[in-house]
């Protein structure tokens, strides 16, 4: 495994690694490699199932086992992976859900304010029950509350930043093989002294 990446947990059939800021989840158009070519140097076989933006961090689960591939898309494409995001917003966030339409489709975000921080940053936890793509980027943005370091949705308004003010910090899934109940969490890097 390459140093970039943190492996949180594996076994025969899944990897998860905790994804730092700047690392993309796959190669990009320029030709920079991403956490699924690090894994396929030393794997024999690696499914990637969902992305982080590439100026995000945190958790990633791939799969190892062709065998696994099947449950982990039926689950992710139902909505049973739980995936919960700690993100910086700019200015004042109220609790509660946001639940406007992303390119066209329906999609729910549930927030949780952390703290109200003096420097007119407000840490809050997001928690997905749809998985459209940049979905707490938009929602944040249509909030009036774009993540600090995003420019492109959040314009003007977004505070310059060296990464993007979003890490997924928890995710939860049932294995597709064993049927075990699985669970990992990861402090987002702003939240450790």
């Not at 699924?36 to 499914?47: H, K, M, N, P, Q």
């Not at 969902?50 to 190892?64: N, Q």
């Not at 949705?153 to 049932?174: I, M």
Request: aromatic share 6%; charged share 30%.
């Amino acid at each position: 495994m390459s140093s970039e990446l943190r492996e949180v947990w594996r076994d025969g059939a899944l990897v998860v690694v905790d994804k730092p800021a700047g690392l993309p989840s796959q190669r990009t158009k320029g030709g920079d490699d991403g956490v699924y070519e690090l894994l396929c140097r030393t794997e024999a076989y690696v499914g990637l199932h969902h992305r982080l933006d590439r100026r995000a961090s945190g958790l990633l689960v791939l799969a190892l086992d062709r065998r696994a591939n099947a449950g982990l898309a039926r689950a992710f494409r139902e909505h049973r992976v739980r995936r919960t995001y700690a993100a910086l917003c700019e200015g004042h966030v109220d609790a509660g859900t946001w639940s406007w339409d992303v390119d066209g489709k329906r999609a729910r975000t549930d927030v949780e304010v952390e703290e109200a921080r003096p420097d007119g940053v407000t840490a809050v936890v997001c928690r997905l029950h749809t998985g459209r793509t940049h979905q707490i980027r938009v929602h944040a943005a249509m909030n009036g509350t774009p993540l600090l370091g995003d420019r492109r949705y959040g314009g003007d308004l977004a505070r310059p930043w060296d990464r993007l003010g979003l890490h997924a910090a928890r995710l939860e899934l049932v294995h597709p093989l064993t049927g075990e109940e699985l669970a990992f969490e990861v402090p987002a890097p702003w939240a450790q002294g």
